[in-house]
């Protein structure tokens, strides 16, 4: 068990920002993972756990023991149902890999969330979302170390309290407890999920004769990788925005002043605007700012070009945050975690 001092985390986050970590240590196992705890260059400091570092934006050096999450495996076995299978999977799992997974054995219900980036472990956390398929759509169970304790313990999907990019686990279990592995119940009788239009419109230029859940997954990452940005060449979190959620009256009223306004009915009192539209309108799109800025196809996307530091990342956040507030009276709320 190696653990290193005032380590470099620039490698370990998909920004590329240099900071600090006060202790630096990694885990493939449970049982690596209650040895760190206790031990005593650990034991005295603040914890935080990286899976991915494909949601985090750090603006200063971390006075914390940072555990980077390497717990791997994948395995099935049949749901009590008979018509599902139940895949576990380690933590530290690439999210992408348990997606390929799920291809290659034919199971249904995960392809929709093709390419996001992260691990296994903050996949619940964070409820992931994409193109009208979310985590707890499929969510069985999961298994969390729990920090004080040291013992492990499941919840089910009630248990973990899901909503919009939100878990119990951002909320009052806020670091008590560490993601294990997480269980899904996936399907070989597939529902095909196109609601989306740009997955028809990709299906159709395609030319997708018969619907699979491995085109449908092509077709998705074909949407993501033209639109979003490959950490490896440009430092990023992906969407930096969560997708603001406003009364259906101030939506009306906005609509009445801007015809072209998108919008999501989630019930008949709220309605989704896509952040990326409202940010766009406010000519953020494509603004370059030194070594970062906002990306110039996806407005949600916030970008270091290399040598940009977390504090001007930040501050750009929040001036287009006002910048929205002003023009549409919509608060947007970051969805990467900035630390």
């Not at 914390?64 to 933590?91: E, F, M």
């Not at 969330?113 to 759509?137: C, F, H, M, R, W």
């Not at 230029?205 to 060449?233: F, G, M, N």
Request: proline share 4%; aromatic share 8%.
């Amino acid at each position: 068990m190696e653990i290193q001092r005032e380590a470099s985390l620039q490698a370990y986050n998909t920004f590329g920002i240099e900071a600090k970590a006060s202790v630096l240590a990694t885990f493939t196992s449970v049982e690596e993972l209650r040895a760190l705890l206790q031990h005593p260059e650990v034991q005295h400091l603040p914890l935080l756990v990286l899976g991915g570092g494909s949601n985090v934006l750090f603006t200063q050096d971390i006075q914390a023991a940072v555990l980077l999450n390497r717990i791997k495996g994948i395995r099935q076995t049949p749901a009590p149902d008979g018509a599902h299978v139940l895949v576990t999977s380690g933590s530290g799992e690439t999210w992408h890999e348990l997606v390929l997974y799920s291809l290659e054995h034919d199971l249904g219900g995960i392809e929709n969330l093709s390419l996001i980036p992260g691990t296994v472990g903050a996949a619940p956390l964070q409820n992931i979302g994409a193109y009208g398929v979310e985590l707890k759509d499929t969510f069985h169970s999961l298994e969390a170390l729990e920090i004080a304790t040291g013992q492990l313990v499941t919840f089910n999907r009630e248990q973990c309290g899901f909503g919009y990019r939100e878990s119990v686990f951002k909320k009052e279990a806020k670091g008590q407890f560490i993601v294990t592995s997480v269980t899904l119940q996936l399907t070989r009788e597939h529902q095909f999920n196109t609601s989306y239009g740009a997955i028809q419109d990709t299906l159709a230029q395609q030319q997708v004769s018969e619907l699979s859940i491995r085109a449908i997954s092509d077709a998705v990452c074909h949407i993501r990788r033209s639109k979003l940005p490959d950490p490896a060449q440009i430092g990023n979190a992906g969407s930096f925005f969560k997708n603001p959620e406003i009364p259906a009256a101030q939506f009306a009223q906005l609509k009445a002043e801007y015809t072209s306004m998108p919008g999501y009915a989630i019930d008949e009192e709220t309605v989704k605007v896509p952040a990326g539209w409202l940010i766009e309108q406010c000519g953020w799109k494509g603004k370059v700012l030194g070594k970062h800025g906002v990306h110039k196809d996806q407005a949600l996307v916030l970008v270091n070009y290399g040598g940009a530091s977390g504090n001007e990342v930040k501050a750009l956040a929040y001036e287009i945050i006002a910048s929205v507030q002003e023009k549409f009276g919509i608060t947007l709320t970051p969805e990467v975690n900035i630390i």
